[in-house]
């Protein structure tokens, strides 16, 4: 759901800023104005590497099938998020379901020690690139008091991707909400507060990846030459709206398709990139286009220009998807499966064996205004069982009873108190 329409030129602004927040890590190709970071401090690692090279390739995959789902509307999605939250559940994952995750992830070859270590580079190395930006990456794993949810798991989602690990009684539905919502809120400057409504009866663990970008242009828009004007939807209606404008130097591009454009935030390892196709092109063509290949000729194609006069929508937005269907249409078929999924590196046999994924959401915020951009994505994993009950944990480890007995008439046989061990 999206509570207000904008351009589905600058839709594509929203896919594209967690790319360049992965792949602008590498020096820009062509001229660029003076100033700002050029390029990284230190190469990045075959591990990072591999971890941003997924990240980019699924982004583009899951755009293709979100864009073509969603012709004539606006799409707002961090492919990135999605990518954390459900590389964190992939670690529970075990055979064929593990397998379909890490192939829709588009991990290719590397093993998952080496794509937990990249992730857990480039968590710190997004946080860390540029001191005029705040960008927050946040994790957090929420289970059902109970859940024999295995060691292993926890210490591999803590080491590698900083996640909050908390049981909670999820019978206290309004308790547990209060929790988990209040962490999304804190973990997204308030800017989305609330990702959870109810928690099913069968519910065991919720998955929760939190991206939360704020950037102050490096040059800003006058707020005096902000006038109102009228947009163009794809449908051809008339639509009030807040031009914001700028004249300057930017790093822009052409072709005969369309116009690109870069506006950098705080010391420039941040960028908002907006495509617009020309006349006699159209957004879903230009959208539907997008691949790791174009998207670098894109890249490639822009070079510094002094002269450029650009309006850019003042705009808010807010939006919610379901990604079940879009990820099962890039393969990602059996952890969805509630009689096939195999998580058995998530929880102790039997419950392992019985879990599934019961949804992926992703709640997402956006504005853009004269001073800059605050932007964040939360991507939540539901993770639920089909019908093994959640054993009772029972730890002798203190003084306990014993009865032995005759358990078809009943006699009782012996009785006993141990109070220590002999």
Same mark, same amino acid.
């Given at each position: ?124 190395? @997004?946080? &860390?690139? /540029? #001191?005029?930006?705040? %960008?927050?990456?946040? =994790?957090? !794993? ?53 990702? @959870?409504? &109810?928690? /099913? #009866?069968?519910?065991? %663990?919720?998955?929760? =990846?939190? !991206? ?55 010391? &420039? ?68 499966? &509630? ?84």
């Amino acid at each position: 759901m999206i509570n207000r329409r904008f351009s589905p030129a600058l839709a594509l602004f929203v896919f594209l800023l967690a790319e360049v927040a992965c792949h602008s890590t590498t020096s820009p190709s062509g001229p660029h104005a003076p100033g700002g970071v050029a390029q990284l401090s230190r190469p990045l690692s075959g591990a990072e590497l591999s971890v941003r090279d997924a990240a980019n390739a699924f982004s583009f995959a899951l755009w293709g099938k979100l864009n073509a789902a969603q012709r004539d509307t606006n799409v707002f999605v961090s492919p990135l998020s999605a990518s954390f939250a459900l590389g964190m559940t992939m670690n529970g994952a075990d055979s064929v379901t593990y397998e379909q995750m890490h192939a829709a992830l588009q991990f290719g070859t590397a093993s998952l020690g080496e794509v937990n270590g990249g992730y857990r580079s480039l968590i710190a190395l @997004l946080q &860390s690139l /540029d #001191p005029g930006v705040t %960008m927050k990456i946040a =994790n957090s !794993i929420w289970y059902r008091s109970g859940f024999p949810v295995l060691p292993s798991f926890i210490d591999t989602t803590k080491a590698d991707f900083g996640a909050a690990v908390q049981g909670l009684n999820f019978n206290d539905v309004p308790a547990s909400l209060a929790t988990i919502n209040g962490w999304v809120s804190s973990a997204t400057n308030g800017k989305i507060t609330s990702v @959870l409504g &109810s928690i /099913d #009866p069968n519910a065991m %663990m919720f998955l929760i =990846n939190a !991206i939360y970008f704020k950037g102050s242009w490096r040059s800003k828009f006058d707020p005096a030459l902000t006038t109102a004007s009228t947009f163009t939807s794809s449908t051809g209606a008339a639509q009030p709206v807040q031009l914001m404008r700028r004249s300057g130097g930017f790093q822009y591009g052409e072709t005969a398709t369309y116009q690109a454009v870069d506006l950098a935030y705080g010391d &420039s390892a941040f960028a908002m990139t907006v495509l617009l196709p020309k006349s006699g092109s159209d957004i879903e063509t230009l959208a539907g286009s997008l691949s790791p290949a174009t998207w670098q000729s894109v890249v490639d194609g822009m070079r510094y220009a002094e002269a450029v006069d650009l309006s850019l929508p003042k705009l808010t937005l807010t939006c919610e998807r379901k990604l079940n269907a879009d990820l099962m249409a890039l393969g990602m078929v059996e952890p969805f499966d &509630s009689n096939g999924a195999n998580f058995a590196r998530m929880a102790a046999a039997p419950v392992g064996k019985s879990l599934y994924i019961q949804f992926v959401k992703q709640n997402s915020f956006l504005d853009i205004n004269e001073e800059g951009t605050e932007a964040a994505a939360v991507t939540t994993v539901g993770v639920g069982t089909t019908s093994a009950p959640v054993p009772h944990i029972m730890r002798v480890d203190h003084p306990y009873i014993v009865v032995i007995r005759e358990r078809l008439t009943g006699t009782v046989l012996f009785m006993g108190k141990i109070v220590r061990i002999p």
